[in-house]
């Protein structure tokens, strides 16, 4: 497995603002993920982040409200944009091992509430 | 008709008991099939991956039934730690990973 972090862990922010998570990962990873759980729900792919060109985004998820960079095999982020209370969830960053594409890990996660 | 289906929970089992839980899917050229454990406020974690002959982890037991589109999770012996929302995870070929909603259970004392 991977030994995966997330920051911030948690944060209230103000509508209208704007919050970027870091995911960092102690090892190369071939397929970085970002994912959202908002409250009693299960999880959704917000997009994949790829290393060096744009991330690939899910229907219903856009680039203006969640750009995301991967600038190496370690590392990304992904920034909430002009942030509702709607936005209000978990957000996970999760990463496919080399040789192990079909299995996920994921880092603790970030708690953001918007009022 | 949603991609992956869980029983609806939440399941109350007394310690010791057996619990069983259902998903279906409804891609059939999904390629591998996962268990994870989701703990409240924490990340999914993997649970066990699930292969067509079925496979077993101490008391966990995973099975497929690609005919019907079927996977299962069945927990012998349930233990406290047991308690936590399982999420049945899906990987249709060519494409990511999709999540069930998940079923909570409760092992109580």
């Known amino acids: 497995s991977a030994v995966i972090s997330q920051k911030p862990s948690r944060d209230i922010c103000q509508r209208g603002t704007s919050l970027t998570i870091q995911c960092q990962v102690d090892?190369?990873?071939?397929?970085m993920f970002w994912y959202r759980q908002q409250p009693g729900q299960s999880l959704t792919l917000i997009a994949t982040?790829?290393?060096?060109?744009?991330?690939?985004?899910e229907s219903g998820f856009v680039i203006d409200k969640f750009p995301i960079s991967r600038p190496n095999l370690t590392f990304s982020t992904l920034t909430v944009s002009n942030m509702s209370p709607e936005d209000s969830s978990i957000y996970l960053c999760?990463?496919?091992?080399?040789?192990?594409?079909?299995?996920?890990?994921f880092g603790p996660g970030t708690r953001l509430t918007v009022l | 008709r949603k991609e992956v289906e869980q029983d609806p929970g939440p399941f109350n089992v007394p310690e010791g008991a057996t619990v069983a839980f259902n998903c279906t899917y409804s891609?059939?050229?999904?390629?591998?099939f996962f268990w994870y454990r989701q703990d409240c406020r924490k990340e999914p974690k993997l649970l066990m991956s699930?292969?067509?002959s079925g496979n077993e982890d101490g008391r966990f037991t995973a099975q497929l039934n690609r005919a019907s589109q079927y996977i299962s999770l069945l927990i012998r012996d349930s233990k406290l730690s047991d308690s936590a929302t399982y999420l049945c995870?899906?990987?249709?070929?060519?494409?990511?990973?999709?999540f069930g909603p998940g079923t909570r259970l409760s092992v109580l004392p």
């Open positions: 999760s990463v496919a091992l080399a040789g192990v594409t079909d299995t996920q890990y």
């Open positions: 090892s190369q990873v071939t397929m």
């Open positions: 982040a790829n290393q060096g060109s744009e991330a690939t985004y």
């Open positions: 891609n059939s050229a999904s390629q591998s």
């Open positions: 699930v292969y067509s």
């Open positions: 995870v899906v990987n249709p070929y060519g494409q990511n990973f999709v």
